[in-house]
């Protein structure tokens, strides 16, 4: 191409990029389409959530927030039990699977045998392709039962002084819909930290290394702070993650509209309602209803990444700041 | 900085030894590839030794040998002997991290923590221990005015280091590895990325250094080596071909190849 550069000038030369030029064009305008259709697709979204709940907006407007009360029947609806059911799972989610990840993460990179990294990588990965509906069923049947006989009971017996672990057993519960999200997000926490701690140049390594630090403390003082906005936005993937998830918190959470200090006590999630009623709502007004609850998640999701876009930006601007390294 | 001289010399065992680096028959190989071979040579305390050599011939590797940075290369091995500051570098009962704080090291392109200037010059001696903590911003001066920057810096210690030049950037990572109050200092090629002003200051910088420490540099530019080395070694195809005073090296080379190598004949 360099030797042919010059002939832009000249006539055979630019017929030939002429034709190319044209084909550059198309290109660009398809890809610009492309681009435009995914704000419009979002925009086209939030106007039919919006129009499908006008209904509910117009009779409950910013009670229906603050509201906990859910009785179809008597046509009262308010969201807040949701609200913070989804919150509240996601959370359990995130402080079981961050720690977990991001320990497997540093390990698979900085630790593990070369051998041994490829084949647990992927294994972790192969969890995200696994159908929800399927944590869901093994939730059930497998995680439950240990949960209720082993795991809530010695909960409740050493942290039983803190309100969260008091109270009846059920089974199905939030620390259980927790629990699974934190096992369906792991997937993501962890392969998207992985990468990011990969990307760390040896020379930071190899910097902390050689003013005596022991392979933990590079890692931790030196190749984790310099991946740190990357581990956020691996984190955010993963709250996203939880957030939206509906059936399998649906099947394990125990669908109870109300809000209990106690992760032992069943909950109910925004998505897990819309799962469950949207095919058996009878009146306009409890159609409407879900409408306004699935217009509140994506509020609450956009808020949520909001906040973590701040959170990374801070992070990666104050990278400067981080004086507690040591 | 006299304070520190008097520690170290009244500290036991490291009394200020003549020769503060000393190979004797040292062999290194990744995996089955041989890159070092039968490396004997001494350092004296307090001076600059110059590494001089084609591309590949292993000095990098040989610097990299007495800080055990090649530890981390899978399938490394070595036989003979490497002694830093009285340590026998290989000796499985040495520790690493008291290795590498005796043995500070510079490298080939600026590689600052993404922290504050100020911690970065503070990560050695928090890491370590070294001092109380409230004496760190003493430290951190003192090894900033060692290394020339504190008067560029003295007012944005907190800002991020990876804001400064790359010349600054390289001289941050000097002061970093004095934070350790190491006996060695090895650099690898440390000039390479910088332009010849910063190059300069680099050189001005090592002839300070020398004063208090011992100096070891890997370079690819002869007339760097003549301006700040007393020493030099020329190494080829993973041999030392010869080491001798630098102005000997430069003016009568007694090795045919050292003569070839020096006038630019090959590498």
Known sequence: ?326 | MTATQADREAAPGTSAPEVALEARAFSFSYGPRQTLFDISIRMQARSVTAIIGPSGCGKSTFLRSVNRMNDLIPGAGYQGEIRVAGMSVFDPSTDLVTLRRQVGMVFQRPNPFPKTIFDNVAYGPRLNALVPRREIPEVVEQCLRQAALWDEVKDRLDQPATGLSGGQQQRLCIARALGNRPEVLLMDEPCSALDPIATQKIEELIFELKQQYTIVIVTHNMQQAARVSNMTGFFDAGRLIEFDATTQIFTAPKHERTEAYITGRFG
């Open chain 1, 1 to 326: 191409m360099t030797a042919g550069e010059p002939a832009i000038t000249e006539e055979p030369g630019a017929a030939v990029l002429q034709g190319r030029a044209v084909g550059d064009t198309v290109f660009k305008a398809a890809l610009t389409i492309a681009v435009l259709a995914v704000p419009a697709l979002l925009g086209f979204l939030v106007w039919e959530l919006w129009v499908g709940s006008r209904l509910a907006i117009e009779r409950y407007g910013f009670d229906f927030i603050t509201g906990t009360t859910w009785d179809p029947v008597a046509e009262e609806f308010g969201a807040l039990p949701l609200i913070v059911g989804t919150l509240t799972s996601a959370a359990v989610a995130l402080v079981i699977a961050v720690p977990l990840s991001l320990g497997v993460a540093i390990y698979l990179t900085e630790f593990s045998p070369k051998w041994l990294r490829q084949p647990v990588a992927f294994v972790i990965e192969l969890l995200a392709a696994i159908p929800s509906v399927v944590y869901g069923l093994w939730g059930i049947f497998v995680l439950i039962p240990v949960l209720k006989d082993h795991v809530f009971p010695f909960l409740r017996d050493t942290l039983g002084f803190l309100p969260l672990f008091q109270g009846p057993i059920y089974g199905n519960s939030m620390l259980a819909a927790g629990i699974i999200l934190a096992i369906m997000v792991m997937p993501y926490i962890m392969s998207v930290s992985r990468e990011v701690l990969m990307a760390v140049p040896a020379s930071q390594r190899e910097a902390a290394l050689g003013l005596g630090a022991t392979r933990w403390e590079a890692a931790w003082t030196a190749v984790v702070p310099y991946a740190r906005s990357g581990i956020v936005g691996a984190v955010i993937l993963g709250l996203g993650r939880a957030l939206g998830e509906t059936m399998a918190v649906t099947m394990l959470i125990g669908n109870r509209h109300e809000i209990a200090a106690s992760l032992f006590a069943p909950g109910y999630t925004m998505a897990a309602v819309i799962a469950n009623e949207f095919t058996e709502a009878a009146s306009d007004i409890h159609y409407a209803a879900l409408s306004y609850v699935a217009l509140s998640l994506f509020v609450v999701t956009v808020i949520v990444n909001g906040l973590a876009r701040i959170l990374i930006w801070r992070v990666s601007r104050g990278q400067a700041g981080g004086g507690q390294g040591v």
